[in-house]
């Protein structure tokens, strides 16, 4: 079992830059994917960003692309998503998963699920 804790969430102004970051319970990180999901108000959550066991592989949806980056460091039990050239629109609450083995877009896929972190992002 996983438990999951996300930290960094803030108010920021349009254009500016956030890390989040994501810290991992548990001596079996390095075996689970993560995953960065959001969810706006009334919206369902939205894919951001995973990455896979070994950090060797990232995905992004492309509404981020280019704009954000996911990373791990599995000695430090944490993964983290660099935010920059922030929009209004991606402004939601952040949620970090994990899963074993393979990353997904996919929320239902995931096992695990932080409390969330909340970004807003003002014009």
């Known amino acids: 079992q996983v438990h999951l804790v996300e930290s960094g969430g803030r108010l920021v102004q349009a254009g500016g830059s956030l890390r989040l970051s994501c810290a991992a319970s548990?001596?079996?990180?390095?075996?689970?994917?993560m995953g960065w999901f959001r969810q706006a108000p009334g919206k369902e959550y939205d894919f951001v960003a995973a990455?896979?066991?070994?950090?060797?592989?990232?995905d992004s949806s492309d509404s981020v692309k280019g704009r954000f980056t996911i990373s791990r460091d599995n000695a430090k039990n944490t993964v983290y998503l660099q935010m920059n050239s922030l929009k209004p629109e991606d402004t939601a609450v952040y949620y970090c998963?994990?899963?074993?083995?393979?990353?997904?877009?996919?929320?239902?896929?995931?096992?695990?699920w932080g409390q969330g972190t909340q970004v807003t992002v003002s014009s």
């Open positions: 998963a994990a899963r074993p083995y393979s990353s997904s877009w996919y929320a239902n896929d995931y096992d695990y």
């Open positions: 548990g001596r079996s990180f390095g075996t689970y994917a």
């Open positions: 990455i896979s066991r070994s950090g060797a592989n990232t």
